[in-house]
């Protein structure tokens, strides 16, 4: 059998196998508050030996979507606190995704109808997010033009993980997971195509570009303690108009030699090209690597067993079977979530979906 599901040990927890459930927004937070059908989903699929959430923003400002949860307010708090006691309750460990999706937002969803923020004040081109319309009626729009943050800006933004990671504690996560991928706010620091200031927080210097993320991850960590803190990074991914730029596999392997030295519960990675550079990544970053993108039971196992990674992320396969891990241990076929059913909505395509029956073997997609 493979050590895919063998239990493993992540710091301090002992996780109940390799499996790792991949944050996933749903949009089912209508007003930013996780409910109660959120603590269900979740404690369905608490058979992972670890469950990532979707995306909290850590403020206001940091929402770009309508129907995403926040960690900034003491109802969103209390809120997660069902979430995380439902999860428990079910022999799981969570870790909430922290982040802040810079200028991948618009105007309605900010407070006061300020604008977005970002390292230059620049929009993505050719990126709509679920906002409000001229109507205010629900709908994707263009994101707006962004402003450049300035140093106060920074120093603000560091804080709101820091007290999103202090809430996420208080809410009885096991840890958070600090959001750097996907084309997102550090991401966008991180590029340097875009990210063109003239200051310490940009420009050619690769230490420049690093800076904002690794100023946040050291906050965080002293807030709540290094081995609660993982980091996703989705070096080639090409989201939200971030493009290819000059030393940009050597920014990444500089990224990963400095997170080796944090102590960190983790990186977590997606989209690392090709498979010299996934071996390059793997020797730069000498802590836990957890991996996602598209694996199958089969594909997980000889990952784990060739000692390319420590722990395989799922994330398509859970939204349509909460028991997926029983799934890929029996070798029972999966079930197959439609696409409707994925953002926003009710329980239909969300808790909905029953365990495989062995009897029967009816997948019964819902």
Same mark, same amino acid.
């Given at each position: 059998?493979?050590?895919?599901?063998?239990?493993?040990?992540?710091?301090?927890?002992?996780?109940?196998?390799?499996?790792?459930?991949?944050?996933?927004?749903?949009?089912?937070?209508?007003?930013?508050?996780?409910?109660?059908?959120?603590?269900?989903?979740?404690?369905?699929?608490?058979?992972?030996?670890?469950?990532?959430?979707?995306?909290?923003?850590?403020?206001?400002?940091?929402?770009?979507?309508?129907?995403?949860?926040?960690?900034?307010?003491?109802?969103?708090?209390?809120?997660?606190?069902?979430?995380?006691?439902?999860?428990?309750?079910?022999?799981?460990?969570?870790?909430?995704?922290?982040?802040?999706?810079?200028?991948?937002?618009?105007?309605?969803? &900010? +407070?006061? @109808?300020? $604008?977005? !923020? #970002?390292?230059?004040?620049? /929009?993505? %081109?050719?990126?709509?997010?679920?906002?409000?319309?001229?109507?205010?009626?629900?709908?994707?729009?263009?994101?707006?033009?962004?402003?450049?943050?300035?140093?106060?800006?920074?120093?603000?933004?560091?804080?709101?993980?820091?007290?999103?990671?202090?809430?996420?504690?208080?809410?009885?996560?096991?840890?958070?997971?600090?959001?750097?991928?996907?084309?997102?706010?550090?991401?966008?620091?991180?590029?340097?195509?875009?990210?063109?200031?003239?200051?310490?927080?940009?420009?050619?210097?690769?230490?420049?570009?690093?800076?904002?993320?690794?100023?946040?991850?050291?906050?965080?960590? &002293? +807030?709540? @303690?290094? $081995?609660? !803190? #993982?980091?996703?990074?989705? /070096?080639? %991914?090409?989201?939200?108009?971030?493009?290819?730029?000059?030393?940009?596999?050597?920014?990444?392997?500089?990224?990963?030699?400095?997170?080796?030295?944090?102590?960190?519960?983790?990186?977590?990675?997606?989209?690392?090209?090709?498979?010299?550079?996934?071996?390059?990544?793997?020797?730069?970053?000498?802590?836990?690597?957890?991996?996602?993108?598209?694996?199958?039971?089969?594909?997980?196992?000889?990952?784990?067993?060739?000692?390319?990674?420590?722990?395989?992320?799922?994330?398509?396969?859970?939204?349509?079977?909460?028991?997926?891990?029983?799934?890929?241990?029996?070798?029972?076929?999966?079930?197959?979530?439609?696409?409707?059913?994925?953002?926003?909505?009710?329980?239909?395509?969300?808790?909905?979906?029953?365990?495989?029956?062995?009897?029967?073997?009816?997948?019964?997609?819902?």
């Amino acid at each position: 059998m493979s050590a895919l599901f063998d239990p493993f040990q992540l710091g301090r927890l002992t996780l109940r196998n390799r499996i790792v459930m991949a944050p996933m927004t749903r949009a089912r937070a209508a007003d930013t508050v996780p409910t109660e059908q959120m603590a269900l989903y979740y404690a369905q699929r608490a058979s992972a030996g670890l469950i990532i959430t979707e995306s909290a923003q850590v403020s206001a400002q940091g929402r770009g979507y309508l129907g995403t949860p926040g960690i900034h307010t003491q109802a969103q708090t209390d809120g997660w606190r069902r979430v995380t006691d439902a999860i428990h309750t079910a022999g799981g460990h969570v870790f909430v995704q922290l982040w802040h999706v810079g200028r991948v937002s618009h105007t309605s969803l &900010q +407070e006061g @109808g300020r $604008q977005p !923020v #970002g390292p230059v004040a620049i /929009p993505a %081109a050719n990126t709509t997010v679920r906002a409000y319309d001229q109507q205010r009626r629900p709908a994707q729009v263009p994101v707006s033009t962004p402003a450049q943050l300035d140093a106060d800006g920074i120093r603000q933004i560091v804080a709101d993980f820091r007290d999103a990671a202090r809430n996420a504690m208080r809410a009885g996560f096991d840890g958070v997971e600090i959001h750097a991928g996907n084309g997102f706010l550090f991401e966008q620091f991180i590029n340097g195509r875009l990210n063109t200031r003239n200051d310490q927080y940009g420009g050619a210097a690769v230490d420049n570009r690093l800076r904002l993320l690794l100023e946040t991850i050291d906050s965080v960590a &002293q +807030e709540i @303690g290094s $081995q609660r !803190v #993982g980091v996703r990074v989705s /070096p080639f %991914a090409r989201l939200y108009d971030l493009h290819p730029f000059d030393g940009e596999e050597e920014t990444w392997l500089a990224l990963a030699k400095a997170l080796s030295q944090r102590g960190l519960a983790y990186v977590h990675a997606s989209h690392l090209g090709s498979a010299t550079f996934q071996q390059a990544f793997r020797a730069a970053y000498r802590g836990m690597l957890m991996l996602a993108g598209g694996f199958t039971a089969e594909s997980a196992k000889r990952a784990i067993d060739d000692n390319q990674i420590d722990l395989a992320v799922f994330g398509r396969p859970f939204v349509a079977n909460p028991d997926l891990v029983a799934r890929m241990y029996h070798g029972w076929p999966l079930a197959e979530a439609g696409e409707e059913a994925l953002y926003g909505g009710g329980a239909h395509g969300y808790t909905d979906y029953p365990p495989f029956n062995v009897a029967t073997e009816d997948v019964a997609t819902v």
